[in-house]
């Protein structure tokens, strides 16, 4: 079979969990994986150059570049379906008069001087083209943009918890990874603009998708409970980690990147995008107080990437008066994460919600103790591994974090238990549940489309 992994929108600075799942899920099935064939379809050149396979691989990238998908998309809409193409422009000039001129710039500094100008939010004009044209012209306008009919696909997995909408119209099998849906349990994380958008897409996703993989019981159950989705359309499948957090680290490896980063003997790790759920505010907040209430002299790191929220976190640093106590060093490559963990005293994890909690998993492999939040699907990852806190309740935060920041016994024990648990998560295990939801999905897809020929194995 021949499968597309969709990772267009894909950037790896901002991705986070749910793009090194797709990394290391595309990774994985080339190593193991040797009937079937791949296509990784993406728009990001850093993200192209992470995924490069050697002689005989069976996945091939297919670069779909931002201003292709531009000039493409207007060029076929122009010429195969015009009054489509002014009704667009029509609403485009009205909603967002401004949206046009953005554009032609992008599209002009890019093909000349491969340089953005303004960023461009195109999820409402996707959304705005769904209800414009039929789904039979954008299957139409797809297949034509990523040569489906040419390359022979028979699959599409989407990888980033969504079917976009202009795939909806594709008659084909579709597999979804939905990493969770949050935005069911904590409305208030998110602004009006995209809860606009999880509303119209994250349901009609798994209601389209032919087979759906959750990252965690806790959101297959919550798919069942909150969108009605039949319990035998998912799997449950965990994720592993990079094989990068189980290799030895060096000691010259280790001073350099302590060098790089300029980063103290001892110090709380938290590595998390300023998210809301992510409860940085709290995590500050119990620092604080156990600089003021303990015999606390450690630091807090913070790495990720900070969206729109630096400024506001900076601000609360210098108010809670922690401006020589914590260190902001934003997006990290990952070949230097794993020296930063070994280098840590402990993982502080308060997150309000999480489909997996990735970082956990890396600690455990690394041997970094853990100290974290009692939520959503933490439990399942780090089960006995870790000492747990109210994330909603300082006083408690601040009261584990200095239990174990000064209990070297419990950080030993914790270690040991942490190693042995991360040996029960492996990619390779990820991508046999994987290839069983590619074999449902087509199967599935084959019974509702009435075309019961010959099964497609996977292996």
Request: proline letters at 5%; charged letters at 25%.
């Amino acid at each position: 079979m021949k499968i597309a992994i969709n990772m267009v929108g894909v950037v790896p600075e901002i991705a986070g969990g749910a793009g090194a799942y797709a990394r290391d899920l595309v990774k994985t099935l080339d190593q193991f994986d040797s009937e079937n064939e791949y296509f990784v379809l993406l728009d990001d050149q850093k993200l192209r150059s992470y995924l490069t396979f050697g002689p005989g691989s069976r996945v091939k990238t297919v670069y779909i570049p931002w201003q292709q998908l531009y000039i493409k998309g207007i060029a076929w809409l122009f010429i195969f379906r015009p009054k489509s193409f002014f009704r667009l422009l029509g609403w485009l000039g009205f909603k967002e008069p401004g949206l046009l001129w953005k554009i032609f710039l992008n599209l002009i500094g890019q093909a000349l001087f491969r340089r953005r100008y303004f960023d461009v939010d195109l999820r409402e004009i996707v959304l705005t083209m769904q209800s414009i044209l039929s789904t039979e012209d954008t299957a139409a306008l797809l297949r034509r943009i990523i040569d489906i009919d040419r390359l022979g696909i028979d699959l599409i997995h989407f990888p980033i918890s969504i079917i976009p909408p202009l795939f909806s119209g594709l008659k084909m099998p579709f597999t979804v990874t939905i990493h969770d849906i949050q935005q069911e349990f904590h409305p208030e994380f998110f602004d009006a603009q995209e809860t606009r958008f999880r509303k119209r897409t994250y349901k009609s996703s798994a209601d389209r998708a032919d087979a759906i993989i959750a990252d965690s019981e806790f959101t297959r159950t919550s798919l069942v409970e909150k969108y009605g989705i039949l319990p035998e359309k998912i799997v449950a499948s965990y994720m592993g980690c990079s094989e990068l957090f189980s290799q030895s680290i060096v000691p010259d490896r280790a001073r350099s990147v302590k060098d790089k980063y300029r980063l103290p003997s001892g110090f709380l790790l938290y590595p998390a995008s300023l998210w809301p759920h992510k409860n940085h505010t709290q995590l500050l907040k119990a620092m604080a107080l156990l600089r003021r209430n303990a015999s606390f002299n450690g630091s807090l790191i913070l790495t990720g990437n900070p969206l729109n929220r630096r400024d506001e976190i900076r601000s609360l640093i210098n108010e809670l008066g922690l401006s020589e106590a914590v260190l902001f060093l934003e997006y990290i490559p990952l070949a230097d994460m794993p020296v930063i963990y070994s280098l840590a005293t402990l993982l502080v994890f308060p997150s309000l919600f999480e489909g997996f909690g990735i970082p956990i998993l890396e600690a455990m492999s690394v041997g970094l103790p853990v100290a974290c939040s009692k939520r959503a699907s933490i439990p399942e990852v780090a089960g006995d591994a870790a000492l747990y806190f109210n994330p909603e309740d300082t006083e408690d935060m601040a009261k584990k974090i200095w239990a174990l920041w000064e209990d070297k016994n419990l950080r030993a024990e914790l270690v040991q238990k942490g190693r042995e648990r991360a040996g029960m998560f492996s990619w390779k295990r990820t991508a046999e549940i994987t290839l069983g939801a590619y074999r449902r999905a087509y199967q599935s897809y084959q019974y509702r489309a009435g075309t019961k020929g010959n099964q497609v194995e996977t292996s």
